[in-house]
């Protein structure tokens, strides 16, 4: 499985920025995919996630309301449009994919995702 994400950038706060993630390697509507940040110092972090057959998708409370999660199955590519963006969240954005559908509680768990792109960088300023 490949991922490659893109869509980062440099944005004042109030602004909206759209990452993608294209995902290839295996067939795509078997994988359950998330979106997890890094930002400078700190440990990765979960964003949003969805999981195969299921029709609801997981935000870390950070970014409810503000952030939300697509999925592309035509063109194996999931998405994370981010709206009224903050200083704090300023990162390292990643896509995370993983076949088997892992158990809700676990998807905020960078350990639960088997694969990952290599990350875009997403730069809010004050």
């Known amino acids: 499985v490949q991922l490659q994400a893109s869509g980062g950038g440099l944005v004042q706060a109030g602004g909206s920025l759209r990452l993608s993630c294209a995902a290839s390697?295996?067939?795509?509507?078997?994988?359950?995919m998330a979106w997890f940040r890094q930002a400078p110092g700190k440990e990765r972090e979960f964003v949003a996630a969805?999981?195969?057959?299921?029709?609801?998708?997981y935000y870390a409370d950070s970014v409810k309301g503000r952030f939300t999660f697509s999925r592309d199955m035509a063109k194996n590519t999931v998405h994370l449009q981010m709206d009224s963006l903050k200083p704090e969240d300023t990162a390292v954005y990643y896509c995370?994919?993983?076949?088997?559908?892992?158990?809700?509680?676990?998807?905020?768990?960078?350990?639960?995702?088997?694969?990952w792109g290599q990350g875009t960088l997403v730069t809010v300023s004050s």
């Open positions: 969805v999981r195969q057959g299921d029709t609801n998708i």
């Open positions: 995370a994919a993983k076949v088997n559908r892992p158990i809700s509680s676990a998807i905020g768990s960078a350990d639960t995702w088997a694969y």
């Open positions: 390697g295996r067939t795509f509507s078997l994988f359950n």
